[in-house]
């Protein structure tokens, strides 16, 4: 695989996934355990939000590996290590983004190991990661201009 230009688009589609995800997190009762679970759509609404955030984070990376230095990515636990060894990524951050990855594949494989009390502790405290890790792409691609295909 040969490296070519970042999707303009595609950086701009992830990144409004992420945030609109990361939103309706925001928008359900996190005030207490209690509240929060008093309607199981929360939790679902949560779930499925948090997941969608961190699948968007990880296909932008893999999109930055792909398109902008040709590196395929087949499991999203190496996107992280990919992105740092190519500067995108701090290798700090890119310990992050590797346990946001493994978090995910949990979500996915191991679901129903994932407790009410550890999602709504996540949506209260943890989210921070996934916002960290999104801006620190979006950083690096305004820092990088040369690397992106601005067509939309």
Not at 36 to 51: G, H, P, Q, V, Y
Request: with cysteine.
């Amino acid at each position: 695989m040969s490296p070519d230009k970042i999707s303009k688009r595609v950086v701009v589609d992830r990144i409004s996934w992420i945030n609109n995800m990361l939103g309706e997190i925001d928008s359900l009762p996190l005030e207490n355990y209690e509240q929060f679970t008093s309607d199981k759509r929360n939790i679902w609404s949560a779930e499925s939000c948090l997941r969608r955030a961190i699948e968007a984070l990880m296909d932008l990376g893999r999109h930055i590996a792909a398109k902008g230095f040709g590196q395929g990515v087949t499991e999203y636990k190496e996107i992280g290590n990919i992105l740092a060894q190519m500067g995108v990524l701090s290798d700090s951050e890119s310990v992050i983004f590797k346990t946001l990855a493994g978090y995910r594949n949990r979500m996915i494989h191991f679901y129903h190991e994932i407790s009410y009390r550890e999602l709504f502790e996540i949506c209260v405290s943890d989210l921070s990661e996934v916002k960290a890790m999104a801006e620190a792409l979006r950083r690096w691609i305004k820092e990088n201009p040369e690397k992106i295909d601005e067509s939309l």
